[in-house]
């Protein structure tokens, strides 16, 4: 069935450090790409999307690849502040299927950055 | 700025009690979701909602779970009698047809 594999943290980096997160999938179908933020006591935030294959999301600094050719869709920040630490999540969606709309998600990344 | 609304924001509860969730989604999204989220996991559909139908409720257990959305608008979700292993973080989503899921805060249930 679908699935999104995602590293298991918690992931402790300094400020102004190179942040990746890898992501990986499986689909049945041709899915969109998510990557989701929960800020500690806060619901989920959609961070960046990418609806097909190499298309870019970015959003606050953050960026990810859509790479179909190894079904992954890793997160990247080239320097991080106090303030991303969060856990984020990886989360697919198909398009078409019984449950439209549906996201299915990673266990999620927890990423502590210190000063 | 709209925001889902979501209440109680915490629950603690005995086992084999009832218990009860809301959720208020955005103004106008016809689709609604519970997602659960136990601890140090990643949230998964309950059940999701078209208007008042139910899309897809295949991973709610309907033994104890009910979820009703009456009127199209507001939903409750419903857990009798709640078990130890329900503790977890219940999360309600709303979004246009096809469109992005937003998310309320969420409802964190102990169970004793």
């Known amino acids: 069935g679908d699935s999104v594999t995602q590293m298991e943290g918690p992931v402790t980096l300094s400020e102004e450090a190179f942040l990746t997160i890898n992501c990986t999938y499986t689909?049945?179908?041709?899915?969109?790409l998510f990557w989701y933020v929960q800020y500690p006591g806060e619901g989920l935030q959609l961070l960046l999307k990418?609806?097909?294959?190499?298309d870019k999301g970015s959003n606050k600094g953050f960026e990810a690849t859509y790479r179909k050719e190894t079904t992954s869709f890793h997160l990247e920040k080239g320097s991080v502040q106090v303030s991303d630490s969060a856990v984020y999540f990886c989360a697919l969606k198909i398009r078409g299927g019984g449950s439209q709309g549906n996201l299915i998600f990673g266990k999620g990344t927890k990423l502590s950055v210190k000063p | 700025e709209a925001e889902v609304a979501q209440s109680p924001r915490y629950k603690i509860t005995e086992k084999s009690q009832a218990v009860a969730f809301w959720c208020d989604p955005i103004s106008g999204h016809a689709t609604l979701y519970w997602y659960r989220q136990i601890l140090g996991q990643g949230p998964e559909l309950l059940v999701q909602f078209q208007d008042e139908s139910v899309v897809d409720d295949s991973q709610l257990p309907k033994d104890r779970f009910s979820a009703e959305r009456l009127k199209g608008v507001d939903s409750t979700l419903k857990i009798q009698p709640a078990e130890l292993g329900d503790s977890a973080m219940y999360l309600c989503?709303?979004?246009?047809?096809?469109?992005?899921?937003?998310f309320g805060e969420g409802s964190r249930l102990t169970v004793l």
């Open positions: 689909a049945t179908g041709y899915p969109s």
């Open positions: 989503a709303s979004s246009l047809s096809w469109g992005e899921l937003f």
């Open positions: 990418a609806t097909k294959a190499d």
